[in-house]
Structures are given as C-alpha cells and as structure tokens.
C-alpha cells in the first residue's frame, strides 16, 4: 500500500508569517510519534506568494486520520475555556491528498 501525502495550503499574510513559524516550531514533536506518521516539512514561500505548505507524509490514509481525530484534535482544543483563544495566523487553508506512486532517494556513495 502506497504512503500518503497531505498538504496543507495556508494563505498567510505577511505580517503573520513570523507568527505561523512560531507556532510550528513550539509544536515540534508533536506528531513525530504518531503511529504511521513518516515526514513532516513547513515550506515558507519565497517570492510572488502568500501561500505556506505543510507537507506530511504518512503510512496510511487511516494514521492520518487517526491523527487527525485523536493528538491533533487535542492540540487544537488545548487551553480550556479561560484560555484566551490565539488568532489563526493563516486567513484560508486547504486540504490536498496525494498517494505516493514513485520516489527516490540520493543515491549511496
């Protein structure tokens, strides 16, 4: 069975970039030990575009949604209802899935 890819597209504003990067990165190792999960990359653009991506790679359609319905759900709705909700820092987001058909790695010495 052939790994999936999600990528989720973000529209974020310039002045929110640092903002996103930010909240990426206190999120490392959150879903590094999620069963099925193999890649994780947040891609910043570099010129004529708003738009980040975030790449996962997974085992499986169902890790991810696994994922999806369990650790990443829990980080959304961590803080309670005292908690003062963050602004998201992307203003429009979209889901695209891929299967992996072909890849390749460097090739060894």
């Known amino acids: 069975m052939p790994s999936v890819v999600k ?5 974020v504003p310039e002045e929110q970039r640092e903002v996103l990067e930010k909240r990426f ?5 959150s879903v590094e030990g999620s069963d099925g999960f193999e890649w994780f990359e947040l891609l910043r653009p570099v010129e004529g575009t708003d738009t980040y991506l975030v790449y996962t790679r997974w085992r499986s359609e169902e890790d991810f949604q696994a994922w999806m319905e369990g650790p990443m759900k829990a ?6 209802e005292d908690a003062p909700q963050q602004k998201p820092a992307a203003s429009g ?6 299967e ?3 890849q390749a790695a460097p090739k060894q010495g």
């Open 7 to 11: 990528i989720n597209v973000l529209t």
């Open 75 to 80: 980080a959304h709705q961590r803080g309670g």
């Open 25 to 29: 990165a206190s999120r490392a190792g």
């Open 93 to 98: 987001s979209t889901l695209w899935s891929f």
């Open 100 to 102: 992996v058909v072909q």
